[in-house]
C-alpha cells in the first residue's frame, strides 16, 4: 500500500495520471482541487470561503486544505493515495506528514512532473471534462473517440473550469513558483524525489511512472 505525491505545476498532467493509477492501480486520488470545487458547487462555509481566491488562481488556506485532506485519507486506507495538488506549501507538507504518521502510515515517492511552463497554458486553456462523470479531455491532445460523447459515460454534457483562462493560469504558476516548488528539497533530503518527463505523451509518462513505482516497490 503505497503514499504518493504527484507534484508540478497547473497543467503538468497530474490529474491525469491519478486517474489512470486510481483505474490500474485502485489507488484513491486525493484532489484538494477536486475536493474545493465540490464544496464549491455545494455551497458549503468551505466553499464560500475557496471560491473567489480559486478564481484569482491564489492558494487557499493551509488549514481548510488540511482538514479536507484529513477527512478523506482514512477511504485510502487500505488501497494506498495519491496525493494530487496536494501539498502545495511547506506547511501543508508538514500537516501531511503529521496526518499520515498519525496513521503509522508515510510517504513512499514524490513523482515530480517535469514540464515547460510555456506547453502548460495551451494544455490549460484546452481543457475541458465530463460534467456527469469528470472525465477529462483536452482540444488538442484528447478529443472524446466520438466528438461531443464522453468515452466513458456517453453524456453530451462537458464544462471548463473558471479559473483555466490564461490570466488565471499565469497567477497559478506564480504561485507553484513562489510557494510549492520551495518544499522539494524538504522531499530531497530524504530521498524520496523520483522525476518523470511531463512532456511525454501521456501513455508514455504513464508508462514512466510506472516503472518508478514497480521498479523500487
Ligand atoms: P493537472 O492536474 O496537473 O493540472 P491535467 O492532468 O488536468 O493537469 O492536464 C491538463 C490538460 O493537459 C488536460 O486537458 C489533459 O488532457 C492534458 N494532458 C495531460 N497530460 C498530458 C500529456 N502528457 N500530453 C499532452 N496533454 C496532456
Ligand atoms: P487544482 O485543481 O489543483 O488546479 O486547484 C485549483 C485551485 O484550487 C488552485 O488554484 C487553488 O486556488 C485551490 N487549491 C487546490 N489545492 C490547493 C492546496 N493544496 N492549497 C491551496 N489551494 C489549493
Redo the contacts with the bound molecule.
Keep these: 500500500m503505497m503514499n504518493i505525491i504527484l507534484l508540478g505545476p497547473?497543467g503538468a498532467g497530474k490529474g491525469t495520471q491519478a486517474a489512470r493509477l486510481q483505474a490500474e492501480r485502485g489507488m484513491i486520488q486525493l484532489?484538494?482541487?477536486?475536493m474545493?470545487r465540490e464544496a464549491v458547487a455545494a455551497g458549503t462555509p468551505v466553499g464560500l470561503e475557496?471560491k473567489a481566491?480559486?478564481e484569482r488562481?491564489?492558494?487557499?488556506s493551509?488549514a481548510i486544505?488540511s482538514a479536507l485532506i484529513g477527512e478523506r485519507l482514512d477511504a485510502a486506507s487500505t488501497s494506498g493515495a495519491i496525493f494530487?495538488?496536494?501539498?502545495?506549501?511547506q506547511a501543508?507538507a508538514e500537516a501531511l506528514d503529521l496526518l499520515l504518521n498519525e496513521r503509522g502510515r508515510s510517504l513512499d515517492y514524490v513523482i515530480e512532473l517535469d514540464v515547460d511552463e510555456e506547453a502548460l497554458v495551451e494544455r490549460i486553456t484546452g481543457r475541458f471534462s465530463c460534467v456527469k462523470c469528470g472525465t477529462g479531455y483536452h482540444d488538442r491532445f484528447k478529443q472524446p473517440r466520438v466528438k461531443g460523447i464522453c468515452d466513458a459515460c456517453g453524456s453530451t454534457d462537458f464544462c471548463r473550469r473558471p479559473?483555466d483562462n490564461e490570466q488565471t493560469v499565469r497567477t497559478?504558476m506564480a504561485?507553484y513558483r513562489a510557494k510549492t516548488a520551495p518544499i522539494l528539497p524538504y522531499y530531497e533530503q530524504r530521498r524520496l524525489v523520483r522525476h518523470v518527463d511531463g512532456m511525454a505523451p501521456v501513455d508514455e509518462v504513464a508508462a514512466q511512472v510506472s516503472v518508478t513505482l514497480d521498479g523500487e516497490a
Design positions: 497547473p484532489s484538494t482541487g477536486d474545493l475557496a481566491v480559486m488562481g491564489e492558494l487557499v493551509d486544505v494530487d495538488g496536494f501539498p502545495r506549501t501543508q479559473d497559478r504561485e
